[in-house]
């Protein structure tokens, strides 16, 4: 670590102070060699000026060429974690020994970490049809009779390399974070209590954390030494993801995370639940104002458990792993990743290649019932509920960002989750299909209830039409695009109309106030989500051939008022803030444009053209109703902490100052000013009020970092 000079400043690393550099005396790397692909020659020399002097070799440039990263991937950094963190007794810094070979040059080095002691392969998928192994797999035991020693019975894990000190030190800074893994897992348990996982709910969650627990205890208990303890846990860590994991039908929840536990795509998996659950907690909640001894600041931590997962990611991608713990972990960084920048950001879609890589190599695209007839119930049906989110997720960003899916069903055999509680997942096999005899014949739960397995299954069918919606708007072609349009409407509601019973939304029923309950929530969820489809599939006729149908309009305000229908029957603020949120700015925002839209275009043309037939009156000051409470809940609901903040506060600036004009035109009230965020001056005069009638279009005329949102051409 930097260490004080006589004039009371902190000493540079040596790649800075040779290269006359500043430095910013991070430890144990500091951001400058970090950032330039010198990490494994930054060290801080306790009196630099006392080395023997040698012929230092000839440098080009006084700013190093940045050095390309393998796998791809960005390089994330524990700012102040170990020196901001540490509990007393442990080390304020961690030093990394000098090099022992000074003349290896950078591009040396870099080409020996592509240059494995092991070839490290992956093994060919469910249908590998010309792998030589898959070929000579079903003859392998014959040949083992016939000739012993010939064909090993399995074959050999490639290790990962341990002859890199950094990684083994990078790997004792994430691994003492651990001393709070019963804090992180009391956080975690909140957002639990407000919004269950996707497919890790509280028994799976709770399990993972005991084992993680345990793994740390053993290791630094009674040890004079932490540092030398977590060094030793490091290397075995590194070892053990190069390996499979072993499984057995009777294995039960704690058997199963003991074994996954030393691995860093599980310990990554913690920091990315953290780090999702983050979102979901109070600044003012009593974990971080009375029981934080380590005074740690949510948005520090957030960015410690983000960090901690992406350097996870990377280890795992080292070591060439395919295992479930990790497409859990890629799954719930995307998420969290999603939450921290919004899904427009370029890291989310990279790291959704990397899902859908994980996904095709591991096998959760096929179903297999040799193999599930081999595995713990549970784990079964975690692979369903993964799959699942990992499908939906890809075809949401997808309609987001415009461009083709990565994980078509059409290579995919992706079956309906079981409508089960966790509590009934985690049950040996024999008592999980005596839970199934309590489902109805299409597999949904007979008490009616808003759970999980709803959830997920509802998302995976309009997950499935999104794929034709998406191939549709994608389509180089036009022709024949209203029939089929009209024949996917037709489809989505036919779809609709086989749910449950207790899934079934009617608009008159809703008006008229017979939704009010938390138990309506069922009806809402599936109301929305089948409605969007059908906001996509009008919104597609607008964008490719120019038709506005009635049948936008209508979409869109049944979309609005139903999002504020499910916001009514919420109670618990913590709990709406976790489930409106993403609905608010990614379904409702765009349909409020629409509506907006509408309005102004109304508007304008009766001042032009006074005998033009205009909305009904009882329609259109529903609709301005409407959208000045869907105005005052997306700026209450999304918090500034939010990836999509920003959009949130700029489309509620735009709505504000058309309805403004639409209600007052004689007398505009001026915009009310929106604090935390950095808008120009000047952003809304690219929006031509009284001539660009399409809202979404203003989407396109801002200067995202990426890609517009639902940009379809």
């Keep these: 670590m930097a260490t004080p000079r006589r004039n009371g400043r902190l000493s540079s690393c ?25 990490a494994d020659r930054c060290f801080y020399h306790p009196a630099p000026l006392t080395q023997p002097s040698a012929r230092a070799p000839r440098v080009v440039s006084r700013r190093p060429k940045r050095q390309p990263r393998p796998d791809n991937q960005s390089v994330f950094r524990l700012d102040q974690t170990i020196s901001g963190t540490a509990a007393p007794g442990q080390p304020s810094g961690l030093r990394l020994p000098p090099l022992t070979d000074e003349g290896d040059t950078l591009p040396d080095q870099h080409i020996a970490k592509w240059t494995p002691e092991e070839k490290q392969t992956l093994g060919p998928g469910v249908l590998g049809l010309v792998s030589p192994k898959d070929i000579f797999r079903e003859y392998e035991d014959i040949l083992r009779v016939e000739e012993p020693g010939s064909l090993p019975a399995t074959v050999p894990t490639t290790t990962y390399p341990l002859n890199d000190p950094n990684q083994v030190l990078l790997g004792i800074q994430i691994l003492s974070h651990l001393q709070k893994i019963r804090w992180f897992y009391e956080i975690i348990e909140l957002k639990n209590k407000i919004s269950l996982g996707w497919f890790l709910g509280p028994p799976l969650t709770r ?13 630094v208990r009674n040890s004079q030494d932490t540092h030398a303890s977590l060094a030793l846990l490091s290397r075995r860590i590194f070892v053990n993801t190069s390996k499979d994991v072993r499984t057995h039908p009777t294995m039960n929840v704690s058997e199963y995370f003991d074994s996954i536990t030393p691995r860093w795509e599980t310990i990554g998996l913690v920091f990315a639940l953290l780090g999702t659950a983050l979102f979901h907690t109070p600044d003012d909640d009593p974990i971080f104002t009375h029981r934080n001894p380590w005074k740690l600041e949510k948005r520090q931590l957030r960015n410690i458990a983000t960090a901690i997962g992406e350097i996870c990611c990377q280890f795992c991608n080292g070591a060439g792993t395919t295992s479930d713990s990790f497409c859990w972990l890629m799954t719930q960084q995307i998420v969290l990743l999603t939450s921290m920048y919004g899904d427009s950001d370029y890291r989310v879609w990279q790291k959704l290649g990397d899902l859908s890589t994980i996904v095709y190599a591991f096998g959760l695209h096929q179903s297999d019932e040799d193999i599930e007839e081999k595995l713990p119930f549970f784990l079964v049906e ?61 597999g ?15 998302v ?14 994608l389509s180089p072609t036009t022709q024949d695009i209203l029939p089929k349009v009209e024949k996917l409407i037709q489809e989505s509601r036919q779809t609709q109309q086989e749910l449950p019973s207790f899934l079934h939304w009617f608009p008159e029923e809703a008006a008229a106030g017979a939704y009010r309950f938390t138990r309506d929530e069922g009806r809402a969820f599936a109301h929305i989500e089948f409605t969007y489809q059908e906001f996509l599939l009008h919104r597609i006729l607008l964008k490719r051939v120019g038709i506005s149908s009635q049948g936008l309009f209508e979409s869109s305000l049944e979309l609005v008022t ?5 916001i009514s029957m919420q109670t618990q603020p913590a709990h709406l803030m976790a489930k409106m949120s993403w609905d608010l700015c990614y379904m409702g925002l765009p349909a409020a444009g629409i509506l907006t839209s509408k309005l102004l275009s109304e508007h304008t043309s009766q001042i032009s053209n006074p005998l033009s037939t205009p909305l009904a009156t009882n329609v259109r000051w529903l609709t301005i109703q409407k959208l000045n409470i869907f105005v005052s809940h997306l700026t209450f609901l999304v918090s500034p902490h939010e990836g999509s903040y920003e959009i949130a506060q ?4 735009f709505i504000r100052r058309v309805l403004d004009r639409i209600i007052s035109p004689a007398c505009l009230q001026p915009d009310p000013l929106v604090p935390d965020i950095e808008v120009s001056e000047n952003w809304l005069d690219v929006c031509d009020l009284d001539g660009n009638l399409d809202f979404v279009a203003w989407f396109d005329n801002i200067h995202w970092p990426q890609d517009p949102l639902l940009n379809f051409t």
């Design 207 to 219: 399990a993972l954390c005991d084992s993680m627990e345990q793994m740390y205890d053993c290791a």
């Design 444 to 458: 949904w739960n007979t008490e009616g209830n808003l759970t999980i397995g709803v959830r997920l299954r509802i």
């Design 562 to 566: 139903t999002l504020l229908h499910t």
């Design 382 to 442: 975690i692979r369903k509920r993964v799959m699942v989110c990992a499908y939906a997720i890809d075809k949401e960003l997808a309609t987001s960002l415009g461009r083709p899916p990565r994980i078509c069903s059409r290579y995919c055999v992706i079956p309906l989750p079981l409508d089960i509680s966790y509590e009934k997942m985690i049950l040996s096999r024999s008592e999980g299909e005596e839970a199934v005899q309590n489902l109805d014949a299409n």
């Design 14 to 38: 040596e790649p800075c102070r040779k290269s006359k550099l500043r430095c910013d005396h991070q430890s144990p790397i500091c951001g400058r060699c970090l950032c330039h692909g010198q």
């Design 460 to 473: 995976l069918l309009t997950s499935l039409l999104r794929e034709n919606i998406l191939e549709l708007s």
């Design 650 to 653: 700029q489309g509620a600036k």
